[in-house]
């Protein structure tokens, strides 16, 4: 599967903005999905994740209460709503899909069997 994300941009503290990855082929339904982010001088870090069925979701415990996760498997796409953004949610985010059949979102980016390429969300202070 291929993995493009879109979406990034400047934005202000307190604002908003949707990311949005979309993904080729038509297995996008078997795929759990995962958002992270890496921003400079820092390892990647997990952001959010979403099952395959969207009925469950996870959130790292900076983003959580202002990120959502969500997906349309009709649409092969899944989203990423950030809301209230800080200036330490600057970073290049990744949207990532994993294969495995597993009960719940996958936190791991090891976890992950396909990346795309990453959109830049400046937010200024």
């Known amino acids: 599967v291929q993995l493009q994300a879109s979406g990034g941009g400047l934005v202000q503290a307190g604002g908003s903005l949707r990311l949005s990855c979309a993904a080729s082929?038509?297995?996008?339904?078997?795929?759990?999905m995962g958002w992270f982010r890496q921003a400079p001088g820092k390892e990647r870090e997990f952001v959010a994740a979403?099952?395959?069925?969207?009925?469950?979701?996870a959130y790292a415990d900076s983003v959580k209460g202002r990120f959502t996760i969500s997906r349309d498997n009709a649409k092969n796409t899944v989203y990423l709503q950030m809301n209230s953004l800080k200036p330490e949610d600057t970073a290049v985010y990744y949207c990532?899909?994993?294969?495995?059949?597993?009960?719940?979102?996958?936190?791991?980016?090891?976890?992950?069997?396909?990346w795309g390429r990453g959109t830049l969300v400046t937010v200024s202070s």
């Open positions: 990532a899909a994993d294969w495995r059949v597993v009960p719940g979102p996958s936190v791991q980016g090891h976890e992950y069997d396909y």
């Open positions: 082929g038509r297995t996008f339904s078997r795929y759990g």
């Open positions: 979403i099952t395959r069925s969207g009925g469950s979701t």
